[in-house]
Nanobody, 126 residues
Framework: VQLQASGGGLVQAGGSLRLSCAAS????????IGWFRQAPGKEREFVID????????KYADSVKGRFTISRDNAKNTVYLQMNSLKPEDTAVYYC????????????????????WGQGTLVTVSS
């Protein structure tokens, strides 16, 4: 499975961005797609996740009410709509695919994802 993340950029606080994660290859084996982010000097953290078939979602508390995840199975693409952006959202955003059914807690764990995209930088200015 190959993942291509795109859509990052520079935006002012309060603005919006939409990230895309295009999957290719053995996408029929994907159970879920997650977005993680990593700010300078910090560990990679879970942001949001969606199951590939049923569309069930999981959000980190820090983005609830501001970020939305959706998928277009026909295009093998997952979208991350980010609204009301804050400077603390500044990070490199990565999408990742998991090939297995996991618990709710595991959906937020870096180690439970099998394939990763290259990352796209989001910078939110104050």
């Amino acid at each position: 499975v190959q993942l291509q993340a795109s859509g990052g950029g520079l935006v002012q606080a309060g603005g919006s961005l939409r990230l895309s994660c295009a999957a290719s290859g053995r996408t029929f084996s994907v159970y879920g797609i997650g977005w993680f982010r990593q700010a300078p000097g910090k560990e990679r953290e879970f942001v949001i996740d969606i199951s590939w078939s049923g569309g069930r979602t999981k959000y980190a508390d820090s983005v609830k009410g501001r970020f939305t995840i959706s998928r277009d199975n026909a295009k093998n693409t997952v979208y991350l709509q980010m609204n009301s952006l804050k400077p603390e959202d500044t990070a490199v955003y990565y999408c990742a695919a998991r090939l297995k059914v996991v618990t709710t807690k595991q959906r937020m764990a870096v180690l439970d994802y099998d394939y990763w995209g290259q990352g796209t930088l989001v910078t939110v200015s104050s």
